[in-house]
């Protein structure tokens, strides 16, 4: 959750400006919270105030968080077919494969008590929206990487779970970076996104490295980020950076309804 949020304010410049290098300041001028962001909190505060066992309170409380945090910051930088779907009374999905699902996802895993409900809560999550398989695809793998992070498995346990249900990590950031590029689908960016963790050394090397590949920056630094704090834990001075940059509202839902997730266990 924080660790989606520090990932999409570091990766922010580097949205639409390809960066081939793990050299760069982490928050420079004009870093700020996006969609990414905005939507992971959305979903926290869905997590918090619905019964996430029943499948239709907790879809139609997230649709209105949705709703409510997206047009309270119009300009964060939604993609089209998610601003319009934003601005609309419109209560279904438009079948999109976009990263968007898998952006937002974390906080399900933090909510749930088990990795099949993590899997579950991820998939009615990614529903409401981007209801295209892939779309649901990429949330799953991202909470089910989480999930296994935060209660405490292996890199290779990690690994296998992806590879054996979700997507093939048959590749190297060194090999795929050179010709890697923005790409918004959930299968051209979750997999590289999974891979930037697993290579990556402690949370701020996750994020570089999902930086480094040159692609949507703060959406895959984002998923990175997501899976790198929930194994690793987030560096104190980088929560105090994040909390710097939320405003006054943004810093209020997130105590409200994004702190008590981490602890349920």
Same mark, same amino acid.
């Given at each position: 959750?924080?660790?989606?949020?520090?990932?999409?304010?570091?990766?922010?410049?580097?949205?639409?400006?390809?960066?081939?290098?793990?050299?760069?300041?982490?928050?420079?001028?004009?870093?700020?919270?996006?969609?990414?962001?905005?939507?992971?909190?959305?979903?926290?505060?869905?997590?918090?105030?619905?019964?996430?066992?029943?499948?239709?309170?907790?879809?139609?409380?997230?649709k209105w968080w949705m709703r409510k945090i997206g047009r309270e910051y119009p300009f964060a930088g939604y993609g089209g077919m998610f601003s319009r779907w934003l601005e609309s009374d419109f209560t279904g999905a438009y079948n999109s494969f976009g990263n968007g699902s898998a952006m937002r996802v974390s906080p399900v895993a933090w909510a749930a008590k088990s990795l099949e409900e993590a899997e579950t809560l991820a998939k009615l999550s990614a529903e409401v929206s981007h209801n295209h398989p892939e779309g649901i695809k990429?949330? !799953? %793998?991202?909470?089910?990487?989480?999930?296994?992070?935060?209660?405490?498995?292996? +890199?290779? &346990?990690?690994?296998? #779970?992806? /590879?054996?249900?979700?997507?093939?990590?048959?590749?190297?950031?060194?090999?795929?970076?050179?010709?890697?590029?923005?790409?918004?689908?959930?299968?051209?960016?979750?997999?590289?996104?999974?891979?930037?963790?697993?290579?990556?050394?402690?949370?701020?090397?996750?994020?570089?490295?999902?930086?480094?590949?040159?692609?949507?920056?703060?959406?895959?630094?984002?998923?990175?980020?997501?899976?790198?704090?929930?194994?690793?834990?987030?560096?104190?001075?980088?929560?105090? !950076? %994040?909390?710097?940059?939320?405003?006054?509202?943004?810093?209020?839902?997130?105590? +409200?309804? &994004?702190?008590?997730? #981490?602890? /349920?266990?």
């Amino acid at each position: 959750m924080l660790g989606a949020i520090i990932g999409d304010v570091i990766g922010s410049l580097y949205e639409f400006k390809s960066h081939k290098t793990k050299n760069f300041e982490l928050f420079a001028r004009g870093s700020r919270l996006t969609d990414d962001s905005l939507m992971t909190v959305a979903v926290a505060c869905a997590c918090s105030s619905s019964d996430i066992s029943d499948e239709a309170d907790f879809k139609s409380t997230l649709k209105w968080w949705m709703r409510k945090i997206g047009r309270e910051y119009p300009f964060a930088g939604y993609g089209g077919m998610f601003s319009r779907w934003l601005e609309s009374d419109f209560t279904g999905a438009y079948n999109s494969f976009g990263n968007g699902s898998a952006m937002r996802v974390s906080p399900v895993a933090w909510a749930a008590k088990s990795l099949e409900e993590a899997e579950t809560l991820a998939k009615l999550s990614a529903e409401v929206s981007h209801n295209h398989p892939e779309g649901i695809k990429g949330a !799953k %793998a991202v909470a089910a990487a989480v999930f296994l992070a935060r209660t405490g498995k292996s +890199k290779n &346990v990690i690994r296998d #779970y992806i /590879e054996g249900n979700y997507y093939k990590l048959d590749f190297t950031l060194d090999e795929i970076r050179p010709d890697y590029s923005f790409d918004v689908t959930c299968q051209g960016s979750v997999p590289q996104a999974i891979q930037c963790f697993l290579e990556g050394t402690d949370f701020e090397d996750a994020v570089r490295n999902a930086v480094s590949l040159g692609g949507d920056g703060d959406t895959q630094a984002a998923m990175a980020g997501a899976i790198a704090e929930a194994y690793y834990g987030v560096p104190q001075q980088l929560k105090e !950076k %994040a909390f710097e940059l939320m405003d006054t509202r943004i810093k209020a839902y997130y105590e +409200k309804y &994004v702190e008590p997730l #981490y602890g /349920e266990k």
